[in-house]
């Protein structure tokens, strides 16, 4: 995911950007990535990574 994401301002963090950088990669189960992103289970601790 990380070598096919560009440059950080190129909107590539939206969850839709996102969704689509993980289906091009082999094996990686992009319905289950999709269902995890949309819980927003790890919300938190993302927002706690950006203080940082």
Known sequence: MYA???HE???RT???NLKL???G???M???SFAQCLD???YEQRVKD???L
Do not use: H, M, P, Y
């Open 39 to 41: 819980s927003g289970k």
């Open 21 to 23: 950088l993980v289906s």
């Open 14 to 16: 939206n969850s839709k």
């Open 29 to 31: 189960d992009a319905d």
């Open 49 to 51: 990574n950006k203080k």
């Open 9 to 11: 301002t190129n909107g």
């Open 25 to 27: 990669i082999d094996g």
């Open 4 to 6: 096919n994401q560009g």
